[in-house]
């Protein structure tokens, strides 16, 4: 039991600091001589997320809301919950307005990945009865992996929402990929073999897309934005892709 515990921390967390180098190195020391924020208050942030996030799996596990007949419907409304939780958090005067809140979303998004990733993936390899069986040990991963990059979006909508003074427009933005994702995961117990990778596949894929669309395209364009509403400029901000 303790293996399994640890391996699903790890299957859990790797994405998640994976992601969070691929991002931040761009925008904090040595690539830029002044951060884009503080490494404090995200760090903050994101262990304020890992908490919320191991809440939200132990209370879906507890409820039985996977397992319910109305699965579809519960998840879809707890694509609002997770996002609200964020959203809770950082609507603070503190963060409003200012372009380093679109940092701490992703954090916040990051954490609560990487704490409903390990309570989900601890439960799959538990109720697996081959034990430790390498193909549950890969769509774990893949399952993982696909949390991560939606949850971190979906953060960074928030993140947005909150410095561009409009968190209720951006957080609906960020419920609508959530949404399509956890009505994915609300069938994934009903389904099996070739259905059930598809299935996991494609909420990868949707996670994917969106981490992409926001994190590389848009993030760059949002923090010029949000820095000249505030008059202020930077030559240092990395280009979109």
């Not at 994976?18 to 830029?32: A, C, E, G, Q």
């Not at 997320?49 to 409820?63: N, T």
């Not at 916040?108 to 993936?121: D, E, I, Q, T, Y």
């Amino acid at each position: 039991m303790d293996w399994t515990f640890g391996i699903a921390l790890l299957i859990g967390f790797a994405p998640v600091f994976i992601l969070m180098d691929t991002i931040l190195k761009n925008y904090t020391y040595p690539r830029v001589e002044t951060p884009f924020f503080k490494d404090t208050t995200f760090f903050g942030l994101f262990t304020v997320g890992i908490v919320e996030g191991a809440v939200m799996a132990v209370v879906i596990s507890l409820l039985g809301l996977l397992e319910s007949s109305f699965s579809i419907m519960y998840m879809i409304m707890m694509a609002f919950v997770e996002l609200m939780a964020i959203v809770v958090v950082m609507n603070l005067k503190r963060f409003r307005g200012k372009s380093d809140s679109i940092f701490y979303g992703y954090g916040m998004g990051l954490g609560m990945a990487g704490g409903m990733a390990s309570g989900f993936v601890y439960l799959m390899l538990m109720a697996s009865s081959e034990g430790l069986d390498p193909t549950m040990v890969v769509m774990a991963v893949i399952l993982s992996c696909g949390i991560s990059l939606i949850f971190s979006s979906g953060g960074t909508n928030i993140g947005e929402g909150i410095a561009r003074h409009m968190p209720m427009q951006y957080l609906m933005q960020g419920a609508i990929p959530l949404v399509a994702f956890n009505m994915i995961f609300a069938i994934l117990p009903t389904t099996g073999g070739i259905v059930y990778i598809g299935a996991l596949l494609l909420m990868l894929l949707i996670g994917a897309y969106f981490f992409h669309k926001n994190l590389f395209v848009n993030l760059p364009n949002v923090v010029r934005d949000v820095l000249k509403y505030n008059n202020e400029k930077r030559d240092d901000i990395p280009k979109s892709r």
